[in-house]
Structure formats: structure tokens, C-alpha cells
């Protein structure tokens, strides 16, 4: 099973959180059969955490899982703490394909992506 994970920050703002669900579910509709379950979790302040996702899926039968750190720049968080994150989840899961993404501030169409909104 193909699984894709969209990390976030989270915040104590329940409707910051809740626009991350919403990206998550607009990310599931326009994917369509590309993945098999598509999840979001965060790294603090929200539920669920990077680990409890993983473990989801993994329980629903996950073998492959795409992880994708919502983040524009490379601080602490992207740089140390996801990645030790998912090093724990490889040590757990051996059998499961982990695959980490570059995160969104790097991606090369985000300055095309700033520019478009000029035109909207």
C-alpha cells in the first residue's frame, strides 16, 4: 500500500491545524489513485505526531510511505528534528519503504507559485 504523509509544524491555533487537514484533503482529491491513503500529522503542538501517523498507516497496510515536510525553510525542524523522526520510524518498521521529500521552500516551483497570485 502507497501512502503519502504531509508533516507541519502545528500550532495551539486548532484552526491552523485544521488548514493543514484541509490541504491534506484537497492533496487526497487531486491525487487520486496516485496514493492509497493520504495523512497529515505534525511535528508539535497538534495531534497526530510524526510517529502515531506512521504507526497508522503502517497498520492499515502500508509498505511505502512519502513524506512531505510542509516547511518553507530548513531550520532545527527539517534539518535534525524529522529526520531523527523518521530514522526511529525505520528502526521500527524496517519493512516499510520511507521516502522523505525536500521540503516546500525549496521545491523549484514556489517562486512561479508567488508569482501566479499577481494574476489572480
Given at each position: 500500500m502507497n501512502s503519502f504523509l504531509l508533516i507541519a509544524h502545528g500550532s495551539r491555533?486548532?484552526?491552523s491545524n485544521d488548514e493543514v487537514r484541509?490541504?491534506?484533503?484537497r492533496i487526497k482529491s487531486d491525487a487520486e489513485d496516485q496514493f492509497d491513503e493520504v495523512a497529515c500529522c505534525f511535528l508539535e503542538?497538534?495531534?497526530p505526531s510524526i510517529p502515531d501517523a506512521i504507526n497508522t498507516l503502517v497498520k492499515k497496510g502500508a509498505t511505502r510511505i512519502t513524506l512531505f515536510p510542509y516547511f518553507l525553510a530548513v531550520g532545527a525542524h527539517v534539518a535534525e528534528d524529522i529526520p531523527e523522526?523518521?530514522?526511529e520510524a525505520k528502526?521500527?518498521?524496517p519493512q516499510v519503504h520511507l521516502q522523505i521529500l525536500p521540503h516546500l521552500g525549496k521545491l523549484a516551483s514556489?517562486?512561479?507559485?508567488i508569482l501566479d497570485?499577481?494574476?489572480t
Open positions: 491555533r486548532s484552526e484541509a490541504l491534506t484533503n503542538l497538534a495531534e523522526a523518521i530514522a528502526e521500527q518498521h514556489i517562486p512561479r507559485i497570485q499577481m494574476n
